[in-house]
């Protein structure tokens, strides 16, 4: 345990000095993010950030052997290593989608068959991969899902500090560290991106660390759910706006709230900023809701679905005065 404690520093050094090589290594030729339909960025910039986000992570769980789930490493590995693939060779998104679905059946079923069934595993596995695939949704602009993952996952670590649950909080306060590491190269203006190597095994931790916390006890199903509400939120109703207009959902677009935000002039920095404070609201909200009575947690569970409605229909209404103007 002495040597657990410094896994955070080791995660954040890690990934400041591996990113730091990536960025001036030929390595990052090969794995260009060219603007396209979906993007907010005018040139070609390096998406290999994720590569020194995980060696930082991987490292840092290293140095302190944390008592994971036997699943757990070889789920999150095969959802890197088809991440991987596509960032520097391409795969379709039907092979993607089958690896994300079966790495998440697997720790789904490593977790849950046995104590509440199948159809509690079926839930979980969708949760699981839809989590994955929304992180790279939301991976558009810079500095935003390197925030949500340091915002996350630190209130993942004090959530399991309070809780008692010393070594698994270091293991997301681990994750938060590398991800912060990463925004001195990401945030505006970006030298690199985190890649589909980053964002989709990152939106897989996040689901799945959730999933293994509330199996320990440290948290209530709905304190993941509110912690990366930002980015489930913003995801899942653009989702369901798409869906409704029968528009090809695998598609590149611009349509989420966050790129309205950039589009509308409020820009990379400032819809970060702001993203972020949206980020600590949520996080420090469900902190403060935990082991409070039942009925103060669904209160704030409910307050929170408000802000949200509130949000989202001010964005519209600006939105729709932006498309109308001449």
Known sequence: MQYAVWA????????????????????SRYALDHPNARSLHGAPVPRTGGIGIHAGIFLAWAVMAPELPPLFLPAAGLVLAISLLDDFRGVRVAARLA???IAASLLAASLLLDDFGLVAV?????????????YN???????LAGGMTAFGFGFYGAAAWLAGSIPFALVNLSVAAAAAAFLV?????????????GSVPLGFLAAALGLIGWQHGDWPWWFP????????????????RRLARRERVWEAHRDHYYQRLVQLGWGHRQTALAEYAL????????????????????????????????LIVAIEIAWRSFKAAP
């Open 8 to 27: 955070p520093l080791t995660a954040f050094t890690a990934t400041l000095f591996t990113v730091w090589w990536l960025v001036r290594s030929r390595l």
């Open 225 to 240: 759910a509110m912690v990366f509400s930002p980015f489930i939120i913003d995801a899942s109703v653009t989702l369901g």
């Open 122 to 134: 079926v839930v979980a596995a969708l949760a699981l991969a839809w989590m994955a695939n929304l």
């Open 185 to 197: 190269f990401n945030f505006y203006p970006a030298r690199v991106f985190m890649g589909d190597v």
């Open 99 to 101: 690896v994300h679905l």
């Open 279 to 310: 980020m600590f609201f949520c996080g420090a909200l469900g902190i403060i809701a935990l082991g409070q009575p039942s009925l103060v947690q669904a209160t704030v569970v409910v307050l929170a679905a408000a802000l949200y409605v509130g």
């Open 137 to 143: 949704f939301m991976d558009g602009s810079d500095g």
